[in-house]
């Protein structure tokens, strides 16, 4: 009997006063918004033997069905700039980026999409069209030209 006695004590059977905890967990999912790409830095294009190039891809990410604003901006107003002092001549491209075509970054060019998925992934591709070196009207001097593109991306 004893030893049964204290098998019970030591299961619990033989407790007076039961206790009880009870958590909640909780973790939270922010906004996520990832912005990448399969563009360098800096991308090279060929002004004599092409008149346009691919640049490479846009793939924005967001985990929430919302509107995803993008906005295109030029430093040079959509031309490329002779880089040599003195040199004031300039090369005109126009940019493409998604489905749009022939954007001119005279001024900043704004678009929108909405995701209508939670973990939703959108493509964009970007190339640049412009006319080759000795197709041009006016002709450039003998230079390195360029101009820096920045492509923001905010969830509104």
Do not use: C, W
Request: charged share 15%; net charge negative.
């Amino acid at each position: 009997f004893l030893l049964l006695a204290l098998l019970l004590a030591v299961s619990g059977v033989y407790s007076q006063a039961a206790n009880t905890i009870v958590t909640e967990l909780q973790g939270t999912v922010p906004k996520i918004l990832v912005l990448s790409s399969d563009m360098s830095n800096v991308e090279v294009i060929d002004l004599v033997n092409a008149n346009s190039a691919y640049l490479g891809r846009i793939l924005v990410y967001t985990n929430t069905v919302s509107t995803v604003s993008i906005v295109i901006s030029s430093k040079n107003s959509g031309v490329l700039v002779g880089q040599t002092p003195g040199n004031t001549d300039t090369y005109p491209y126009l940019l493409g980026f998604g489905t749009v075509d022939q954007i001119d970054l005279k001024n900043e060019f704004h678009t929108t999409y909405s995701s209508t998925v939670a973990g939703y992934t959108a493509e964009f591709p970007v190339k640049i069209s412009y006319t080759k070196l000795l197709d041009m009207d006016d002709p450039v001097s003998a230079d390195m030209y360029s101009d820096v593109v920045t492509i923001t991306v905010v969830i509104v």
